[in-house]
């Protein structure tokens, strides 16, 4: 298709979408502090601090690991010159954007690890000599707050380094049209995706798997990664039915679009099935008490019936939705779906974080879910603000007209 067969198109956001952002920060905020009374009156005895932090991580890698699947998914973009995300690409630029605000999220982990020295989240951190396992004992020359926080910086560098790299050149190349831009983005996506790999890896190892420190996985870091990219595919279907019922990228995103991002979802639903069962089948098999305990505990007081519920909307059901070829190319349907994957990714990552408070009780559900519709709210105006006025297509990206003319095979 000629650069001048681009379609005319309305590439902001709604005015009165910008204008609730800071409405929803403050909401999202009380929301926070909400769930943190409500833990106060739900948890044991002295738990309180432990029972909040727990969820707050877990409701905090919920918004981040969105971020970081788009962060990705813009990298493998440019890496495999493809041209038929083109017209969606800004979207998860803009996504990826907002990592360095996350950063500033993380701070509160980082102030009560390293500052306080608490070992209300990490247990590691309580140090040598103070009831840890010989096993956890044993794993404190790399298990330290000041090495954590160190790391953590390290982790956040690449993510944010490489957000703001591709982002930036992307608003470059609207201002330009030059096409030697998407050219350097291309040469800078493979360095870049060994260095979130690796990073990825190590921040799930360090942030999510060390909350139990006396267990292990060598793929937890590839699940975490299944995950987001999960999520951030849902996002995306979300993201652009929402714009295109507000009269937003009518032209520019087409069935097509949709098509492939449904199949991107399907194979990601059965890859995270894959990873959870794999790494689940490994420890039964081997039998060893330090890996199966952590499954135990997640086969008791009610997180059993969590476990279930995650295999059937986790997997089961939403396979065989994104069976049909129709399906895949209904919009409506798609969004649909997405709302329920995005609480079933949020489900999962509570079934791996929250087992270390306790069992399911209606008091501990309410301050969780308390918090994630808080730290919800805070991506949402997050998002909205970073984008502003910023147009959600990339206008004079050389790879739109093929974007906007491919088909997908009957």
């Known amino acids: 298709m000629a650069a001048n067969h681009i379609p005319n198109d309305n590439l902001t956001l709604p005015a009165d979408w910008r204008a609730k952002s800071p409405a929803m ?120 707050a000041d090495y954590f926080s160190i790391r953590t910086v390290f982790y956040f560098l690449i993510f944010i380094g490489a957000a703001r790299l591709f982002f930036n050149l992307s608003r470059k190349q609207d201002q330009s049209g030059d096409v030697n831009i998407t050219v350097k983005a291309q040469n800078l996506s493979a360095p870049f995706i060994i260095l979130y790999s690796l990073a990825l890896n190590f921040a799930a190892f360090d942030w ?28 995306m279907i979300l993201t652009c039915y929402l714009l295109q019922r507000r009269g937003r990228v009518e032209n520019m995103v087409r069935v097509e679009h949709y098509h492939d991002l449904a199949k991107f979802q399907f194979g990601f639903i059965v890859f995270w099935a894959y990873i959870a069962f794999s790494q689940f089948m490994l420890y039964w098999y081997g039998n060893i008490p330090e890996e199966t305990l952590w499954f135990a505990h997640r086969m008791t007081h009610g997180w059993d019936k969590v476990g279930l519920l995650l295999i059937a909307l986790h997997f089961a059901i939403p396979f065989l939705a994104f069976l049909k070829r129709k399906h895949r190319r209904n919009p409506g349907w798609l969004a649909s779906w997405a709302v329920l994957l995005l609480v079933m990714h949020w489900v999962d990552l509570t079934y791996l974080i929250m087992p270390n408070v306790g069992g399911v009780t209606a008091p501990l559900v309410l301050a969780h879910v308390a918090g994630w519709l808080g730290m919800v709210l805070i991506f949402l105006s997050l998002f909205l603000w970073r984008v502003g006025e910023t147009p959600v297509v990339a206008i004079k990206d050389p790879w739109l007209p093929d974007s906007l003319a491919y088909h997908n095979l009957p």
């Open 25 to 144: 920060i403050a909401v999202g905020a009380v929301l926070v502090l909400l769930s943190v009374f409500l833990f106060s009156m739900a948890a044991e005895e002295g738990g309180t601090l432990k029972a909040f932090f727990h969820s707050y991580l877990t409701n905090y890698m919920f918004c981040l690991t969105i971020c970081l699947g788009a962060l990705f998914f813009v990298m493998v973009q440019h890496l495999v010159r493809a041209g038929w995300s083109a017209a969606i690409r800004r979207i998860a630029e803009l996504y990826a954007a907002t990592i360095p605000l996350w950063a500033l999220l993380f701070l509160p982990i980082l102030a009560i690890t390293l500052v306080a020295g608490s070992d209300a989240l990490y247990s590691w951190n309580a140090g040598p000599g103070k009831g840890l396992s010989p096993m956890v004992e044993s794993k404190l020359g790399y298990l330290r």
């Open 208 to 235: 999510m798997m060390s909350t139990d420190p006396a267990w292990f996985s060598t793929i937890f870091g590839v699940y975490i990664f299944a995950a987001g990219m999960f999520s951030f595919l849902a996002t």
